[in-house]
């Protein structure tokens, strides 16, 4: 979007006015896939019932199915996969600014998950050596796309700069920033290394450089993303790279909320927990996906441990980081989960208390190491687990919110909500953007409004499962 921004398009979210049409695609499991392609054809129609005239396909749906796409829907008129990011203004026409037309544009995101705003405006070459475990991981064929018919393009090497454009589709006050791109893990459920290439890190003074700009364009919180933000700097030879980021950015005067997800389990250093509970301005948070708690699940995971070294590791980073929230991600019903490992990730969940949980269906993904497994479990097993740890979370959050009520905290108001003009929406530094739970506000203290994209100082009156009700006291701070 920075890029046809800067090459004069004028965007709109309305596809019925639009002359192309952009579909930002997902495909990493069978729902993002499914969701990915409606919207294609969704919007597909608008080329004979709108003013569109060209249909374009970006992302990760065409690093998989690239000559599939153009074959079974002939309305799309171009694709860019996630390494040509570039190709976007060839296709739309825009490829030489200067003598070009600009259209009206709309762009979607088709598709869920791993695509969080920031991704898309990727550019440049990545010149950086890669790692000793993703040289090793390709030679053992972790990146092949051999059974993928169509997945012709090299596998994406590109990362974007401070110097890239953005268009930030986030409230003015937050923005992500993408620290890295790809991964070597070989998690056996997974095929985004397949789709997004080996695990390569920006420069430490790009990022650095873009945190400043978006800070002096007014972003008080940033949310640091990749699919593995501890693995930040070990193809550079930094050692304790994230924390050392980190560090930095919080000295940037002005930036209030800083937080990163996707933590890998074992990649929690002493170091990192210090940096996190050093800085004010370092959200009290932490995201480690654990995928499963069975060590015997997670050995055919290629992902190791197991519950007692996950619990072992959830009291060292509360004793580190008091009161700190904590969130994860299970995935249920991967080939071969017996009863007696359900049961084992069931107690575990227990044992942890979590303040935030996903739970993902297990998705058989063809390219993936599970793919050939056998002793698959049945749809329908996989849906009534998925249900009975969202029912477990439920009662664990539950108690965990009425420990809230009578707190003091500081909320991030993010405008009126959704659901009634009644209330607004906001967050604490317990809750990332978009995934976590809300804290709605129902009394605005002294206060005649709000202002969205302001701090306030809050207390907490009620909760609910998910969610807490707040009264303002003071601000905006
Ligand atoms: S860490 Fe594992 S699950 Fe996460 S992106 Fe890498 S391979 Fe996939």
């Known amino acids: 979007m920075g890029l046809l921004d800067r090459a004069g398009a004028r965007l709109t979210a ?73 190709a976007i203004l060839e296709a739309a026409g825009l490829a030489a600014p200067a003598a070009a037309s600009p259209g009206l544009f709309n762009i979607l995101a ?128 930094l050692k304790d790279g994230l924390a050392t980021l980190l560090d930095a950015l919080a000295g940037i005067e002005g930036l209030r909320w800083l937080r990163f997800l996707y933590a890998y389990p074992n990649r929690i250093t002493g170091k990192l927990l210090e940096t996190i509970a050093r800085h004010d301005n370092i959200c009290k948070y932490l995201d480690v996906p654990l995928q499963h708690a069975s060590p015997d699940v997670l050995k055919r995971m290629k992902r190791g441990a197991g519950a007692e070294i996950f619990l072992k590791t959830l009291e060292k980073v509360r004793a580190a980081v008091p009161g700190i929230a904590l969130r994860t991600s299970f995935i249920v019903g991967f080939p071969g989960e017996s009863a007696e490992e359900f049961a084992a990730l069931e107690e575990f969940i227990g044992a942890a208390r979590f303040d935030w949980l996903g739970v993902f269906n297990y998705s058989d993904e063809e390219g993936s190491g599970a793919f050939s497994l056998d002793a698959k479990v049945p749809k329908r097993t996989i849906e009534a ?79 609910h499962e998910y969610d807490v009700v707040a009264k303002v006291l003071a601000g905006p701070l």
């Open 14 to 86: 309305r596809p019925e006015d639009a002359e192309i049409l952009v579909v930002n695609t997902c495909s990493f499991i069978d729902t993002a896939k499914q969701e990915s392609i409606d919207t294609i054809l969704e919007m597909a129609q608008f080329k004979t019932s709108g003013s569109a005239r060209k249909l374009i396909v970006a992302g990760c749906l065409v690093e998989r199915y690239r000559d599939e796409i153009r074959k079974s829907i002939p309305e799309v008129d171009a694709v860019v996969g996630t390494g040509e990011l570039e």
């Open 110 to 237: 088709g598709g869920s998950a791993e695509t969080r705003p920031g991704q898309e405006s990727q550019a440049g070459t990545h010149k950086e050596p890669s790692r000793a475990e993703g040289d090793l991981r390709e030679e053992q064929g972790r990146f092949k796309r051999d059974d993928w018919q169509g997945a012709a393009h090299m596998l994406p090497t590109y990362l974007y700069d401070e110097t890239t454009p953005r268009y930030l589709t986030t409230p003015k006050s937050s923005a992500y920033i993408k620290i890295a791109e790809g991964c070597d893990h070989p998690c056996t459920f997974c095929v985004i290394p397949n789709l997004r290439g080996k695990f390569r890190s920006r420069r430490f003074e790009s990022v650095v450089a873009e945190a400043r700009q978006l800070v002096a364009r007014g972003v008080r919180e940033i949310t640091l993303i990749g699919q593995d933000t501890t693995c930040y700097g070990e193809d550079l030879g």
């Open 385 to 463: 687990r998925k249900r009975r740890l969202m029912r477990l979370q439920q009662s664990i959050s539950k108690r965990a919110k009425q420990q809230w009520v009578g707190r003091e905290v500081v909320v991030l108001a993010e405008g009126e909500s959704e659901e009634t003009p009644l209330l607004w929406e906001g967050r604490t530094q317990f809750h990332a953007p978009e995934i976590d739970g809300k804290v709605y506000i129902n009394d605005f203290g002294e206060l005649a409004e709000l202002e969205p994209g302001r701090f306030y100082r809050a207390e907490i009156t009620e909760a």
